[in-house]
T-cell receptor
């Protein structure tokens, strides 16, 4: 099975940097997703990491360490519109595909 | 390019009824996955289809079924609805089953 842990809530200041951590345990790994979800809306794709290392996309970066079962999402130059839930999800390897989501981290950006 | 589309956007059903939800993937995407999201939780995986074949199934009862059509659109069917089936049902599409997936706007199902 799979187990994904991420903090439930975080608060950060506008203009600052915040790191949202995700740890996972899985029987077979085939990639890790990060999604942003505003209240009442569908998740929006942010990143997909398959190999170890850091991937940067504008203000957002995602890091993966497969040996440690660890990932983080880094948000720079925080804006008020970044207030949302951030979902970490792991895809299981093998011919039978399954993606497991964490509960999500609710980020509040304050002035 | 159009994103993933789902219909209907909202639906109210009574316990014991049946419901069919529909999803059209992004053009060129051949894989569709279905998720159930209840308030305050992350999405729960229900099914994945690729090239019209089931490639993944989550821990949901047999009341839940799905299929994918030759044009890669998909339907999710739920029989004998229970109050606990009330949730946001999300469809996600990807090029193939190992690529990044993009979500549609979801169908909000309320069972009374």
């Amino acid at each position: 099975g799979q187990n994904i842990d991420q903090p439930t809530e975080m608060t950060a200041t506008e203009g600052a940097i915040v790191q949202i951590n995700c740890t996972y345990q899985t029987s077979g790994f085939n990639g890790l997703f990060w999604y942003q979800q505003h209240a009442g809306e569908a998740p929006t794709f942010l990143s997909y990491n398959v190999l170890d290392g850091l991937e940067e996309k504008g203000r957002f970066s995602s890091f993966l360490s497969r040996s440690k079962g660890y990932s983080y999402l880094l948000l720079k130059e925080l804006q008020m519109k970044d207030s949302a839930s951030y979902l970490c999800a792991v895809r299981q390897s093998g011919g039978y595909q399954k993606v497991t989501f964490g509960i999500g981290t609710k980020l509040q950006v304050i002035p | 390019d159009a994103g993933v589309t789902q219909s209907p956007t909202h639906l109210i059903k009574t316990r014991g009824q049946h419901v069919t939800l529909r999803c059209s993937p992004i053009s060129g995407h051949k894989s569709v996955s279905w998720y159930q999201q209840v308030l305050g939780q992350g999405p729960q995986f229900i099914f994945q289809y690729y090239e019209k074949e089931e490639r993944g199934r989550g821990n949901f009862p047999d009341r839940f079924s799905a299929r994918q059509f030759p044009n890669y659109s998909s339907e999710l069917n739920v029989n004998a609805l229970l109050l606990g089936d009330s949730a946001l049902y999300l469809c996600a599409s990807s090029l193939a089953y190992s690529y990044e997936q993009y979500f549609g706007p979801g169908t909000r199902l309320t069972v009374t």
